[in-house]
């Protein structure tokens, strides 16, 4: 990474709890804010006009906070959860860990049937298989009573094809996919309604008393080298963090395809190319998770992998078949290496079987 990207933070500086009483989420820091702003600008993957931005401690503590939003003061029965499978499966998790009484993970959003309120989230390219998703209830059921959460962690150009600009009333981003610094911990929502992000940041308020300002305050900085490098401001170079990005996962596409076209055992999914608006080129989806589907559908995929000592997540906890796995690709180019070693072997395999 470049020094550009450096921050220096006094020890007096970034004391408060608060960043901007007159804000409906008053511990967000308005560099930060202007800097989302800016870039969703940039890239044109979200509208940002008339939305209020709610930061969290990742996207992962703004999704618990929408459904706080959306399912308080309560009622006589759990809202229930959805999400298409596969899905991501920190969903059932995250809904489920708290036994909570205002909501209960309901599963594949394909096979609800029931009637009244429910939440579905909508992600979108997808984890773990890589796809573009709408909405499923409401056009297959006709339930109206639906809130929608859409999750656009990855609904970046490294990714995929920018098609326009997002424009739910609900979305959720995340810096660990938009540039890779998961470890700063910040995600921010885009909502419209303000009672809904009033509500967002009650919970937050309860749940952390805001987000660290020192995250936000670097998170503010990495943007805007991001945003400048897509302006080609101060520079003769082009510096695209995004062309940088899908260049890598456009290698190790490649690679993986050729590695998996020759095996007896494993079939790789395939996406479909569109005019990405950010580019201007015609671009395939570059997900950041291989799905790999057994040949055999009586064999459990992520067990053949294990026995390649290729540690991958089950397609059952996915809500999906034992004959899929997600296997990360957004690793160190060493391990991918090693990943890619290791998978060259199911090419000489008779059976899978684990071993």
């Not at 870039?39 to 979200?46: I, M, Q, W």
């Not at 997540?313 to 796995?325: P, R």
Request: with cysteine; net charge neutral; proline share 3%.
């Amino acid at each position: 990474m470049s020094d550009k990207y450096n921050v220096t933070i006094g020890g007096g500086d970034l004391m408060s709890y608060f960043s901007d009483g007159n804000n409906v989420c008053w511990f967000l820091e308005p560099e930060l804010g202007a800097a989302i702003r800016r870039l969703h600008g940039l890239v044109g993957n979200a509208v940002t006009d008339d939305r209020y931005i709610v930061v969290g401690t990742g996207s992962s503590q703004l999704f618990q906070a929408l459904l706080y939003a959306f399912t308080t003061p309560g009622g006589p029965e759990p809202v229930s959860v959805v999400s298409s499978a596969p899905y991501y499966s920190d969903y059932a998790e995250e809904v489920s860990f708290l036994r909570s009484e205002l909501y209960k993970w309901e599963g594949d959003a394909y096979k609800f049937n029931k009637k009244g309120a429910y939440i579905e989230v909508v992600n979108s390219p997808n984890n773990p298989d890589g796809t573009l998703r709408e909405a499923v209830v409401m056009n297959r059921t006709g339930n109206g009573n639906g809130k929608l959460i859409y999750d656009f962690a990855y609904y970046w150009p490294q990714f995929t094809a920018i098609t326009g600009a997002a424009d739910y009333d609900n979305m959720l981003f995340t810096l660990s996919k938009c540039t890779g610094h998961a470890g700063s911990r910040i995600g921010w929502a885009l909502v419209k309604d303000k009672d809904i992000a009033k509500k967002m940041t009650e919970y937050i308020t309860i749940s952390s008393i805001g987000v660290s300002k020192e995250s936000q305050f670097r998170a503010a900085k990495i943007i805007e080298v991001v945003c400048n490098g897509i302006q080609n401001v101060g520079s003769v170079k082009s510096e695209n963090l995004f062309e940088y990005a899908r260049n890598i996962l456009s290698k190790r596409w490649q690679k993986l395809r050729e590695t998996i076209q020759n095996s007896e055992h494993l079939i790789l999914s395939k996406y479909p190319q569109e005019h990405c608006l950010f580019s201007g080129k015609l671009t395939e989806t570059l997900s950041a998770y291989a799905w790999l589907e057994s040949k055999d559908d009586t064999k459990d995929c992520n067990e053949f992998l294990r026995g390649l000592k290729i540690i991958g997540k089950s397609g059952k906890i996915c809500g999906a078949h034992q004959k899929f796995a997600r296997i990360n690709l957004m690793c160190r180019e060493e391990e991918f290496n090693q990943f890619i070693e290791r998978l060259s072997a199911t090419r000489g395999k008779g059976i899978i079987n684990g071993h």
